[in-house]
């Protein structure tokens, strides 16, 4: 039987955690109808049951090659392929962002593919520099001690590179064909609403009566925030960068008007001039994928920087740092104190239902703050 890899290798910030949650909580569904497997690498049981197991590959793949144990790579995807072959799954799907951006991994890849003479496609989203710059921000830089403001983390070297789209994909054209690379522009025009319902017409797993209202549960993974949110987690700097507890609890408690709910809008940090000159840096680049890739011979890859991406931004300005923290804090404090009064008050009609003993009031009222 012939097998088919489908590699998705990012970029990060678009939706890739949303469409490996989805891969993870169906893996099930994925192998028992459109018989695709995405395996939990590195793990005992390569399909476990819904919701189990990691939900990319990234921590096998950093484990392994990020460590240059190639060796224990590679015998984990061929462990991979004679189970799909055993179980006659024929196609295959790997998804981890951190791929792209380590490009000395394409050459791996393919001696691997080649050997097994596995057919592969290889999928790549991209976004505009300047929106993918403020959401990595939001992310990780806010985080990072080392970064003072946005300026900073994109001054590093390390963000500056990953933002160079066409010198990194010009590396992975050492070792695959321009056919076998599908590259995605994370825009609304291209991808439409949902980039989970993109990525699974891009596999051939894209059928409404199965999955029907399922994909509305992963709009909002890893959901965006106002500048004002950005400015209070960049002032406290409680979290370390691949930790994101801080931002789960801030989405938590958060009201809405504090969140950003469409993906594909600005987070409105930069302004118009650092968005043009950013975009001015990779333009040659973002040009020859436009040619490549989509047979654009004058056109930009992206959309042009609009009035939109500076809406949040002119929302924002004219508020002092102390009064963010002050007043994002006190939206906390007053979350809590109902989350609290809401336990209490079930604690308290439990009580008159049941006589409970302290020991057991305090076991459920932990349980209950969860």
């Not at 520099?129 to 970064?147: A, H, I, M, P, Y």
Request: charged share 30%.
């Amino acid at each position: 039987m012939n097998i088919k890899l489908y590699l998705h290798i990012g970029t990060s910030k678009t939706g890739t955690s949303a469409i490996q949650q989805f891969l993870c909580d169906n893996r099930i569904i994925l192998a028992n109808i459109f018989k695709v497997l995405y395996p939990d690498l590195g793990s005992s049981i390569l399909l476990p049951t819904k919701g189990k197991g990691s939900s990319n590959n990234c921590k096998f793949l950093n484990e392994t090659l990020g460590k240059d144990d190639h060796e224990k790579f590679k015998n984990e995807l061929v462990k991979c392929f004679l189970f799909a072959v055993r179980k006659k799954i024929p196609t295959i799907v790997l998804s981890c962002e951190s791929i792209f951006q380590n490009k000395q991994w394409a050459k791996i890849f393919s001696d691997l593919v080649k050997t097994h003479e596995i057919e592969t496609k290889i999928i790549l989203y991209l976004r505009r520099q300047d929106l993918l710059l403020e959401s990595g921000w939001k992310q990780w830089g806010v985080k990072n001690t080392d970064f003072k403001s946005i300026y900073d983390y994109y001054n590093s070297e390390n963000t500056r590179n990953i933002f160079d789209y066409y010198s990194i994909l010009k590396y992975w054209l050492k070792y695959f064909d321009k056919d076998q690379i599908k590259v995605r522009i994370f825009e609304k025009s291209v991808i439409g609403n949902d980039v989970v319902e993109d990525f699974l017409k891009q596999i051939n797993c894209y059928n409404h009566d199965v999955w029907g209202e399922k994909l509305n549960a992963y709009n909002n993974i890893n959901s965006g925030f106002t500048p004002d949110v950005i400015q209070f987690l960049n002032f406290i700097k409680l979290d370390n960068i691949h930790n994101h507890q801080i931002l789960i609890f801030l989405s938590k408690l958060l009201p809405s008007n504090y969140k950003k709910v469409n993906p594909f809008k600005s987070y409105g940090i930069l302004t118009k001039n650092d968005r043009i000159e950013i975009l001015n840096h990779y333009s040659e680049g973002n040009r020859e994928i436009a040619r490549m890739f989509f047979e654009k011979s004058d056109s930009e890859l992206f959309e042009r920087v609009s009035d939109e991406d500076l809406k949040m931004e002119n929302d924002a300005s004219s508020k002092s740092e102390m009064e963010v923290v002050v007043r994002i804090f006190m939206e906390l404090l007053l979350a809590q104190e109902k989350r609290i009064r809401s336990i209490e008050n079930k604690m308290s009609f439990l009580s008159r239902l049941v006589p409970i003993s302290r020991k057991m009031k305090r076991r459920i009222y932990l349980r209950m703050s969860r």
